[in-house]
Nanobody, 116 residues
């Protein structure tokens, strides 16, 4: 199983970025997927999830600004981040849980830096 995350970078406050995570085709359609983030000196926290039934959930801090989505044809889960704030600065990780086995996998992380 492979998870390849990309799309991080440096952006000014108020800007946008889209993160992508390519997931192995063998598990994509049978998995719950999500994005987590970890800021310097802080614990990793949940940002958003999209379940295998398509339902989504967001942390209060990103509601209305971030959107998680999946593309079955590309085996990719996205995190569209708008109206970025300096406090969104963190390493973002994609996370996959295979529904039937409950095995979990992490991507390698992509750094998002939001300047004020």
């Amino acid at each position: 199983v492979q998870l390849q995350a990309s799309g991080g970078g440096l952006v000014q406050a108020g800007g946008s970025l889209r993160l992508s995570c390519v997931v192995s085709r063998s598990i994509f359609s049978d998995s719950d997927m999500g994005w987590y983030r970890q800021a310097p000196g802080k614990q990793r926290e949940l940002v958003a999830t999209i379940l295998s039934d398509g339902s989504t959930n967001y942390a209060d801090s990103v509601k209305g600004r971030f959107t998680i989505s999946g593309d079955n044809a590309k085996n990719t889960v996205y995190l569209q981040m708008n109206s970025l704030k300096p406090e969104d600065t963190a390493v973002y990780y994609c996370h996959v849980v295979v529904v039937f086995t409950r095995r979990a996998y992490w991507g390698q992380g992509t750094l998002v830096t939001v300047s004020s």
